[in-house]
């Protein structure tokens, strides 16, 4: 039993999520009322997308030991992969109750405001989670990953620089680098860092993702979207809802001058301009989720990677 769980954790340590969920299975059969097996498992389903079977497992895990954090960080992990994120925050409330100065807990915790909106929140937690562990490539990487969503790209590179020095096949590492490496336009250099991360884990999604955004930025049609989406992702969610406000108040005075001015070719110019422009924020995420679509279908690596 023991070398089913030990394999299990270096299965899921290198990313194999699918061997990992083989092994634990082998480890269930011998042990079924194994609590922190059953929380691997649901982590490991959970990455592989498989949210209502993970959601079975965390349940499983709790039931047989409620104060089990692994329990409560796999609960928190699939109820946030739902989207549930109330309920999600619950669990990781408790699991901080039960263990405050878990590094891991700490950045799931930031990933949490991060979907919910609480942009001022996160740096202070990924703070925390840092002093707990200096070298912990994965909260360097959490540090980056919420410096490159700011726009901080040079902080961001030096955060991903950081992790790769401590852990050079950190898969998540290679992804903020290749990240921040396609924000200054080099597309050859992201693109390679993306199959360094594949070869890793041939399913990572943040490297599958990275792919789909060197193919959106190397195309004339998506290419001017993929910088405005990062340019209001950067913003953040309140900042981006005040630029629209204005870009279409502007629209808006606009069109009447021009129409008060006696100038209803103007006026006509500006409205196809802005419908132009609607339905080009409408078109661009859905061909980009295209070429993502693409990407996350199932990986085979050539013999070259």
């Known amino acids: 039993m023991d070398h089913w769980m030990q394999l299990a954790r270096q299965q899921f340590a290198q990313g194999h999520l699918y ?6 299975r082998h480890q269930l059969a011998d042990e079924p009322e194994d609590a922190a097996a059953h929380a691997m498992l649901a982590l490991a389903l959970c990455g592989t997308h498989r949210l209502h079977a993970a959601a079975h497992e965390a349940r499983a895990a709790l039931a047989l030991d409620a104060e089990l954090t692994l329990a409560h960080h796999a609960m928190g992990t699939v109820l946030m992969a739902m989207r549930r994120f109330k309920e999600a925050g619950e669990h990781l409330d408790r699991l901080l109750e039960l263990d405050p100065d878990d590094p891991a807990a700490l950045r799931l915790q930031a990933t949490l405001y991060a979907y919910t909106g ?84 041939a399913s990572h999604r943040g490297a599958l993702f990275l792919l789909s955004g060197v193919k959106a930025r190397g195309n004339p049609l998506l290419g ?7 340019w209001m992702g950067a913003l953040g969610a ?43 924020t409408w078109i661009g995420p859905a061909l980009f989720q295209r070429i993502l679509n693409k990407e996350l279908a199932p990986v085979r690596l050539g013999k070259d990677f």
Not at 19 to 24: F, M, N, Q, R
Not at 135 to 148: K, V
């Open 238 to 280: 309140r900042r981006a809802i005040l630029v629209l406000l204005v870009m279409y108040a502007v629209y808006r005075v606009a069109t009447l001058f021009a129409a008060d001015a006696g100038h209803p070719d103007l006026g006509l110019v500006l409205n196809v301009v802005w419908l132009a422009f609607a339905a080009y």
């Open 118 to 201: 609480r942009e001022r929140e996160i740096e202070a937690v990924l703070k925390r989670a840092l002093a707990l562990d200096p070298d912990d490539p994965l909260t360097l990487c959490a540090i980056g990953e919420h410096a490159l969503r700011r726009g901080q790209v040079r902080e961001a590179g030096e955060w991903a620089h950081a992790a790769l020095e401590v852990d050079p096949g950190q898969a998540d590492a290679l992804v903020l680098m290749g990240g921040v490496l396609l924000r200054k336009g080099e597309l050859a250099e992201a693109r390679e860092h993306a199959l360094q991360a594949l070869r890793i884990d």
């Open 224 to 230: 001017l979207w993929w910088r405005y989406s990062v």
């Open 19 to 24: 061997g990992a969920i083989e092994s634990l």
